[in-house]
């Protein structure tokens, strides 16, 4: 069963699959029974709302699944990572009777490409969505049809509300935070989530659901919680009362001084620290619910962000282990406990494992893989992984540096090969996990012959265009939203 968590300023427990913070408190409206346009999904949702009991038998075999995902947030933030601060104790918990995999990589750093992975199994390449601009098509099947079609009550709630609005995302799912309009959808506070998701955890139900649960901290903007206000006593700088976008944004352009690094490190575990207090609050209601022997938590993140690093901040286009590396957590109540895997693994396998978790066939032609094998305390071999970028809003220029749209970042073991700028830089991630040394080659030979022609053959795939919206052609409301991200300028 889920350990039961400690009381962290609210009884705390985590579940994992994406981590995001909210926007401040803005109204959400009740969860809807959003329609789909699928007529398989429409035909899963009446077996489900019909009013009949599964047999026991039947529940045994079909666990629920709540996939948690925390906006941007950086491996190196959990305890179960390394950090020393404290800053997870709820996932951290969760993560001692779970599988921890230490190198999970991001497809992109960018929240609606990156979650539309995780539910598709498919890079952004494949399935379209480049930017927070673009709409996943109804064509792409996403896990949540999958699940539903075969009788899972299936619920989005999410802080970054646009995502299922009018993102896409919200195909297959009957309950949502937010009404599939296609419209700009406001934001839902981290406590409006958490309390929508306890209320239907609460419901008796025959069947088994699939619960994704989103929240936007630690994105940018940052408060000044407790914990940053007591971590930067004697701090003076521009970061004193917190950050808004804008002056997040504004560090890139400014010389680096390492006060200003501690500071903006503080605000952002301040953050991290709520995102997993609200998790052990879903965690918690779980449990309360009976539900904990029965449910499989994914706790994950969509990308990180820079601090700082290489005098840089945020994520977007940038290709650096900060913004990419994610943490993955996986608890399933009848694997082994404990276990750490040091395997390479993607977001896109995420899509392909619950389907093998909860006993169904994975469809072929997805990028990600089962991880199911390495649940089963078996090795996993190793495989390339990649990752992308779209830039979006900005005026070209014959030189501008760091904003190539055709950046791409192909990992094989611990070897990186990064092609952005018209330049190829080769990283051992082993040797150097900051990134401080790259090489014009590498080392050895035979990785930059396999890592080329890996980034060659992925390139040469053809791109899907059909979701994609460019930015003259969104509505202006839609336009500032992402603006006041910091997506666009």
Known sequence: MIPRLEVVAASVVVAVFLIGCASPDAPSGATTDAETASPRVETARRVVDADVEASPEAEERRPNVLLVTIDTQRADSFGIYGNPGGHTPNIDRLAENATVFERATAPMGTTFPSHASLLTGLYPKRHGVRYNGDVLEDDIETLTEILRAEGWDTMALVSYGSMVSRGGLGQGFVRTSHEQTGKHSIAASPGRVTTMARGLLKRKRPFPFFMWVHYFQPHSPYELTPYAEEEMKGYDGSLREGATVKQFYALARKDWREPDRDALRALYDGQTREADRTVGE????????????????????????????????????????????????????????????????????????????????????????????????????????????????????????????????????????????????????????????????????????????????????????????????????????????????
């Not at 209601?285 to 994914?298: D, F, K, N, Q, Y």
């Not at 494992?353 to 469809?363: A, E, I, K, R």
Request: aromatic share 4%; no cysteine; net charge negative.
């Open 282 to 489: 879903i965690l918690e209601a779980l449990e309360t619910a009976g539900h904990a022997e029965r449910t499989i938590v994914i706790v994950t993140a969509d990308h990180g962000q820079l601090l700082g690093e290489h005098d840089d901040v945020g994520h977007g286009f940038r290709l650096w282990e900060p913004v990419l590396h994610v943490p993955l957590v996986i608890y399933d109540p009848r694997a082994p406990k404990g276990q750490r895997v040091r395997s390479r693994v993607g977001l896109v396998d995420v899509a392909p494992t619950v389907l093998d978790l909860v006993g169904l066939p994975v469809p072929d032609g997805l990028d990600g893989r089962s991880l199911l094998p390495a649940l089963r305390g078996e090795a996993l071999a190793e495989r390339p992984y990649y990752s992308e970028v779209r830039v979006v809003g900005r005026k070209k220029k014959k030189v501008n540096r760091g904003r190539d749209e055709s950046a791409l970042a192909v990992f094989l073991d611990d070897h990186k090969l990064v092609l952005q700028d018209g330049e190829a830089k080769f990283f051992d991630l082993s040797s150097d996990p900051m990134e401080l040394s790259p090489r014009a080659e590498p080392s050895d030979d035979a990785h930059a012959a396999e890592l080329a022609a890996l980034a060659t053959a992925y390139r040469d795939q053809a791109d899907r265009r059909g979701g994609q919206v460019e930015p003259t052609d969104l509505a202006p409301h839609v336009r500032e939203e992402l603006r006041a991200l910091g997506y666009i300028q």
